[in-house]
């Protein structure tokens, strides 16, 4: 009968073993995962820290961007009024020397 109960207590033994060893296993998994999502969060945190400063920057530089436009954009519109008016004043003054001459060779 003693034999039994250290048989049965020797495969209790065993099996309790055979789970510590599997617990213990799973633990230095977890660790490793655990070391490896740390060190993905403290990568993340250094690019992404710099990040609102980053785009404050940015969102001014493009605010100037538009206004530079908006003035070049006035400047074209002048421009390109100026050129109208040159080229009306081209037909205009081309109107009055073909008319002058015109009345030039009536005289004749």
């Not at 660790?31 to 980053?54: G, I, N």
Request: proline share 1%.
């Amino acid at each position: 009968m003693v034999t039994v109960v250290v048989l049965i207590n020797l495969l209790i033994s065993l099996l309790c073993l055979y789970v510590a060893r599997k617990v213990w296993r799973i633990g230095r998994k977890l660790s490793k995962v655990a070391d490896a999502l740390t060190l993905a969060e403290r990568r993340t945190y250094a690019v992404l820290s710099s990040a609102p400063r980053a785009i404050t920057r940015t969102q001014g530089g493009t605010s100037q961007l538009r206004q530079r436009y908006r003035q070049l954009e006035l400047q074209l519109q002048k421009a390109q009024e100026v050129l109208a008016l040159t080229g009306l004043s081209q037909l205009v003054w081309q109107w009055y020397a073909r008319r002058k001459g015109a009345q030039h060779i009536q005289h004749f």
